[in-house]
Structures are given as C-alpha cells and as structure tokens.
C-alpha cells in the first residue's frame, strides 16, 4: 500500500494534499504535557521509546494530520558527541562546554560510535513503525535531523543565541575549524539517519532553522552544500526515500538560484512568498509549507492563507504545512481547524 504522503513527496498526482505541522507533538497539547510529567522532563521523555512514540501519535488523533514526526530532538547529536545536553527551565538547550578549538573537536566521539549511541532513537521508530502498520492506515513516518550549520550554532555558542557571534567570528577568522566541526557532525549525520532509514521511517526532514544566520553568498558553502551531501549519501542507498530540505529564511539564495540537490522537498518558511518559491523552484522540487504559524491563534486568519496557498499551488506538487514550527500557547482547536481547513481546499473526504 503506497502511503499518500509519500507518494505527494516524490511529486506524484495524489486524492487530496497532506498536511502535518512542523513541532506538532509539543506543548500546545495537555496530552503532551502530561506524558512528559510523566517522563520527568523534556530529555527523560527522549530517552523512553513508549512514551515518546507516544507523543508522536497524539497529533494524529487528536489534531488529525496527515503525517507523524519522529518525537526527539536535533540536539541528541550533539549530545551522543559527547556534549552534555540540558534543558533549562524557561532558557533552552544548554551545552556545558562549547567548542573552541580544534582539541576541543578532537574529543568528541565521531561518526559510527556517536550514531551507535543513539539506540533509543531507533527504538522509537521500531516502536512508531509497528504501531502505525497495526492501525493499517496510511500514516507516513517522518524522522528528521538538524543541518549541520544548525547543529554546530549549538555546539559552538553552547546555547540559543541571537547574534551568532562566535559561529561568525570563527566562519570569518578560522574557516578550516567551522569546517571541521561542520564534516565531523555531517558524517553523524548521514549514519544516523541511515539508522533511522533502518528502523522504519518513511521520508526524511532535515531542518536548517538557523540558516538565516549565514550571508547569502556564504549560505552554500558553510551550510547548503553539507545538507546536499547528506541527501546524496541517503540517496545512493535508499533512492525511494523521500527527503524534504528546511533551510530556514533563505529567500535571496531561492531568488538567486542558489537551490540545488537530489531531495524531494523544499520546505518554504513563513517569510518566503509561496508563488516566488513555486515559480523558482517548484518544476523541480514538491514544495512544503508555509502559512506563518502565529495565523494559529486566528481561525479566519487561518482559513484566509489555507484558501490563498490552494490557489497558487493549486493542489498540485504540494504539502500543506506552517512556515515554521507551531507555538506553545496556540489553542488546540484552531490547530484541528487548520488541519481540516487544509484537508476541507484540497477535498480530503
Ligand atoms: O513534533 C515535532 O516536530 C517533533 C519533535 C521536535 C522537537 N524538536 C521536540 C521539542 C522536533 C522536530 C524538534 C526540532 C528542533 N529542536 C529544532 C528544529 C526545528 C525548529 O523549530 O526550528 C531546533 C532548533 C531544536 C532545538 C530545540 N529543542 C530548542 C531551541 C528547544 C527549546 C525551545 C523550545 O521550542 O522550547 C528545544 C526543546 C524541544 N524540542 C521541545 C520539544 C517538544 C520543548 C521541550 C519541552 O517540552 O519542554
């Protein structure tokens, strides 16, 4: 049975547009909420394959996508390297000792042994894999990874940052280091996710969120082209998987033609025009997107760009999504509203 998530991916014709919503388990559901009081906290609930396939079932039924997005996290790279994650309370992700130095690098655990340490990740999709056959439906399996670029603004600052400072003053200082740091978290990367291929997932994300830091003219070299090799590797072994690309605020490298590779899917964020990225990229890649997500707290604000988006991309090489990953506070209703207005456009019976 061919999954039409899937099958909208590789750009084949399909009954209605799927849609599913980035960060969709999370905490704008009390049934999250819950399970991860359950776990403890945020990382425990990574940790524990039934809880965390869990979440990952919830908006399913309870918002109805049409899609599942692996529950986990892109930071657990980092960690398995040998990072020390935490979370903290009310101040996000916090690595205790950033890399400075190429030593710095030199100590973290590399390829094969950091992607072997990710077990509970794949016990997870294992989990996801034989539940979601169980139901017998047609619910696709999305598992996912941070873009390097992404990952390393993380192990570079140690934390979230507004300014990139240090990422930037290494970029233009020490490019051989961030390049360094960039190959060693790709080849994590491309093994991890091979594992992921293994244990069951159906389609692939990588998410760039933090590509909006790089210069334009810089994008492809410090970012673009180590996503590209990810997809290339991923696609000489399993051609059939479908590999959806989330760089996040690049509209001048989509305007001036800086997109290429062998994936599936461009993911369109919330402040690139829909009708300008179909008309650059949309011959070539499924595009994926991209209502801005703050429309969530407005029903007919939502209802307005659902309708808009289906006029331009007319129902055709399209995923419905947001155009980054839905908010905490959003009401649960107006999450189902925009789901079942995406599935009333596109004539989901
Ligand atoms: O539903 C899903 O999309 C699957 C789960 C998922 C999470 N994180 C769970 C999570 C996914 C796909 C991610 C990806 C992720 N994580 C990204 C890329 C996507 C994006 O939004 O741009 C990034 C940059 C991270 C790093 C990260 N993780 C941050 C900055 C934070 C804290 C900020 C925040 O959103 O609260 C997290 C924590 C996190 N990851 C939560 C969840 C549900 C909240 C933790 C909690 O429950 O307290």
Not at 31 to 50: I, K, N, T
Not at 189 to 207: N, T
Not at 249 to 257: A, D, H, K, M, Y
Not at 297 to 323: P, S, W
């Amino acid at each position: 049975m061919s999954k039409i998530f899937v099958d909208a991916c590789l750009g084949k014709e399909t009954e209605y547009t799927p849609v599913w919503m980035m960060r969709q388990a999370g905490r704008y559901l009390p049934e999250y909420m819950a399970v991860r009081a359950d776990a403890g906290d945020f990382l425990s609930l990574c940790h524990a394959p039934q809880k965390a396939a869990s979440v990952t079932i919830q908006p399913l039924d309870i918002v109805g996508v049409d899609a599942a997005i692996l529950f986990t996290d892109i930071l657990v790279i980092p960690d398995e390297m040998g990072m020390d994650l935490s979370f903290v309370k009310g101040e996000g992700p916090k690595f205790s000792d950033p890399l400075t130095s190429q030593a710095d690098l030199d100590r973290l655990i590399g390829g094969k042994e950091a992607s072997d340490k990710l077990t509970y990740v794949y016990d997870t999709i294992k989990l996801l894999r034989k539940e979601l056959d169980e139901r017998g439906d047609e619910i696709a399996l999305i598992g996912f990874a941070g873009a390097p670029w992404t990952l390393a603004t993380y192990m570079i600052e140690g934390q979230g940052t507004k300014t990139y400072n240090l990422c930037k003053k290494m970029m233009y200082s020490n490019p051989e280091l961030l390049h360094n740091i960039l190959r060693e978290v790709t080849e994590v990367v491309k093994l991890y996710m091979e594992r992921q291929i293994e244990a069951g997932i159906d389609v692939v994300q990588i998410f760039d969120s933090w590509a909006a830091a790089i210069e334009p003219s810089k994008y492809d070299e410090f970012s673009w082209k180590y996503m590209v090799e990810i997809c290339d590797y991923l696609k000489s072994k399993y051609p059939n998987i479908p590999i959806i690309m989330f760089p996040k605020g690049v509209t001048p490298f989509i305007e001036r033609g800086g997109v290429y590779g062998n994936f599936d899917v461009f993911g369109v964020d919330w402040g690139t025009s829909m009708a300008m990225a179909k008309d650059k990229l949309g011959d070539k890649y499924v595009l994926q997107g991209n209502m801005e997500p703050c429309r969530l707290y407005d029903q007919k604000a939502t209802t307005e760009c659902v309708e808009a988006l289906h006029d331009i991309m007319g129902g055709k090489r399209h995923i419905f999504n947001l155009g980054h990953g839905i908010l905490p506070d959003v009401p649960v209703e107006n999450a189902k509203h925009f789901v079942s207005e995406c599935q009333r456009v596109s004539g989901k019976k």
